[in-house]
C-alpha cells in the first residue's frame, strides 16, 4: 500500500517532472512521483539538446555518469529551395577546450538516469503507475490523486502536474483548458543509426564533437515547418515541426513533409545507408510566454510542457521544463516552510518566481512573426536568395534580361 499522504505528489516523470520530484526531496520534502511508463522515459525515443547550465543548478556533477551523446560545438543553419542550399556555420570552439554548454541526449536513457537521481534523493517513485483522476475536496481545493494501483485516495498537500502538453488530467478537472492549434507544434522524427566513423566524416566532425542543424526553406510549402538534424555518436536524428493549425490549414501531413526533407539532395548523403531504429511523433507547446495558461490553484501547480512557456524557434523544451520544474518546487518548498497552506494565493509565488526567471522571454513574439506570412519568412525569401546566387554564379550564353526566368531544376 501507498502511504496514506505526501507533501507533494508529481505527475509525470518527463524533464520538468523530474526537475520538481529532485528539487523538493533534496529539500527534505516527503515526495511521491508516478508514472504511466515501464520506466522515465520509455515512452519517449526523440533526442534532444540539453542546456548544461540548466542541469548543474539541479546536479552539478552530471557529468560524471549522465548518458551524454555529443558536446555541440558547431550550430549550422541551411535554407533550402529545391535543388541547393544556403547556409551559416557558427562554431563555439570555447566549448572545446572547457565543460561544454550543449549536449545531443536521446531521451530514453537519460530520462531513466534522471529518475535515479530523483531515487536517490529520497522520493518515491512508482512507474506503471496510471493517475486515473485529481481527487477534490468541496471546496474545489484538489487534495491527492487516484491511480490504478490501488483503491482510494492517495492524499497530498499539493500535486504537481508535469503531464505533457496534451495532458488531461487538469483538463477533465477542469483546472486548465487544452491549448490552441497555433499553440502547439507536433515534431516527427527518425533516427538513423551509421557507425561512429561515418558520422563523424559526414559532418566533419572530430572526436564526442557535434553539430546541430536546422532547415528552413521550400521543405516548408508555404507553412512553418522547420528541419533539424543532431548528430549523436552512432545515430543521426533527423526531424520537422510545425505547427498543428498549419497542418489544418493546408491538409498536409507530417509524414510528407519529414519525407520532402529526407529526399533533398542535401539530406541524402548524410544518412546514405542508414538503417532506422525508432520513428516518434511527439506535440510540443509552442505558444511562447504570452500563451502561458493558469499555472496554479488551489493544491495544485502546472509545470513543463502543460506549462507552455516554451518558444518557437528555440529548441528549449526540455531546459524550459527543467526551469519551470525547478521553481515551482522551489515555491513549494517556501510555502510549506512558512507554515502555509497550499492555497491558490500561496501558490502566486511560483509564478511570480518564473515571471522573473522568463522576464527576457515576455519581449519575444517569433510566433506571430512566423505565423503571420510564413509564407514569406521561410519561403519566399530563400528562393529569391538562392535564385540571385545561381545567376551570379553560373556562368551562362543567354542574355542577361533572360537568365532570371530560367527554370528551376528539379531532381528529387
Known sequence: MIDDRFDAIVVGAGMAGNAAALTMAKRGLKVLQLERGEYSGSKNVQSEILNADMLAELIPDFRKDAPLERHVTEQRFWMLDDCSRMGLRYRFDDFSYGPSNRYTIIRAPFDK?????????????????????????????????????????????????????NGLLGTRAGLRERPKPDQVALTVKEMHCLPREAIEARLNLKGDKGVVIEAVGNISRGMTVVGFIYANRESISLGIGCLVSEFQRTGETAYELLDRFKRHPSIVPLIDGSNIREYSAHLISKGGYNTIPRLYGKGWVVVGDA??????????????????GRIAAEAIFRVKSRGD???????????????????????RDVLSLLHTQPQNFLLTRQQLVSKAIQNFSRVNSAPEAERSDLPARRPW
Open 113 to 165: 538516469w534522471f529518475s535515479s537521481k530523483v531515487r536517490e534523493a529520497g522520493a518515491t517513485v512508482l512507474c506503471q503507475t496510471n493517475v486515473t483522476e485529481l481527487s477534490q475536496n468541496r471546496r474545489g481545493r484538489v487534495i491527492g490523486v487516484r491511480t490504478d494501483r490501488q483503491v482510494g485516495i492517495i492524499y497530498a498537500d499539493v500535486v504537481v502536474l508535469a503531464e505533457g502538453v
Open 307 to 324: 506549462a507552455q512557456p516554451n518558444d518557437t524557434i528555440d529548441h528549449q523544451g526540455g531546459n524550459v521544463s527543467m526551469i519551470s
Open 341 to 363: 497552506l497550499m492555497r491558490w494565493d500561496s501558490l502566486s509565488l511560483y509564478k511570480k518566481m518564473l515571471d522573473g526567471s522568463f522576464k527576457h522571454a515576455k519581449r
